[in-house]
């Protein structure tokens, strides 16, 4: 049986309030946006949706410093942050804003990860499209995440006794506090595609975390074949021998042509194509969101692979009913003039082919020469 046979969507109505203030990459509502779109296309019947609660402070308290963890929860009751607080936790700053009802969203995004390691305990697919926290540090916030959600999936997938979990990280940006939470661990092996020299500046091509981590930093403008090059070449013949008990993915939006946040030029079709292969590689599959700053390119692509982990049919064309949820968006960082008119329209992008650079096979050899 495939695990897309076995799929459930994570979410919660906390997730639908507004969050990060204004003037903010992550001001618009993603994560209600996607579900109001997997629904209007009759995507998530009740059986397949599960509903999670906050998760408590003991069980945050596994990963992050409790000091940290107070602090935080102090900080969203009053509403307002100390000097200190701010300094000594990257809380309350432009990057990491507080803001009302932060605590319970960031508790309720760590609870869905731990949810989705207990429903593939016996095998089958999770989606967390509001996961993917992948920045969290343990005593601070990172890069507008404040737990990490990906690393309690892991945790509670070795506590089941697992003990060959992969990570595969496909956001824009490095996934350095997953990495970095497990580079002690030989249970654990991380792969991260991102672009090079973008924030958090780490993940280069010879850094190997504790030994087990592969990260291949793309240049700028990459196109689906070569991502296709990258997977079928390197990542999926590694993953393969490894065997994995457990898959878990953080798919971020972000790398994704027309995102402001990163200059990769990826189509939808490229994420999907990636995800889809990893997934059919282990019994136990979890999958994220994780970063994506366009409205439309990433409700799109998280609805369309909800669709292909759930076995849908992809329309070519979209309901008049779904194309108003995609018109009515807005965006400070995307002009009006940059709006494709395919992001009203339909799920599927354009497919970016095209020639496979020499740095990206250089990059290749430089991650896996030495293997």
Known sequence: MSVLDNSKYIGSAIFKRQAFGNNHPLAFSRHSSVLELCHSLNWLPKDKFVEVSPATVDTITKFHDANYVEALKVSVAAGKVSQEVREKYNIGTMENPVFDGLFARAATTVAGSIKAAELVAN?????????????????????????????????ALLDQGLTNIVYVDVDAHHGDGVQDAFADDERVHTFSIHEEKRWPYSGAADDRGGGRSYN??????????????????????????????????TCGADALAGDPLSSMDLSNNALWSAVLSLVSMSPRSIVFGGGGYNPWTTTRCWAGLWGKLSGQTLPDTLPENTQKLLSVFESDLVDEEDVNPLWLTSLCDKPNEGNVRDEVKQLLSVVMGER
């Open 123 to 155: 095998g089958g697919l999770v989606f967390h499209p509001s996961g993917g926290t992948h920045h969290g540090r343990p005593d601070k916030a990172s890069g507008f995440c404040y737990f990490n959600d990906p690393v309690f999936a892991i945790l």
């Open 216 to 249: 291949f930093p793309v240049p700028k403008h990459i196109n689906d074949s070569e991502y296709g090059f990258i997977l079928e070449q390197a990542i999926l013949p590694a993953i393969k021998k490894l065997k994995p008990d457990a898959i878990v993915i």
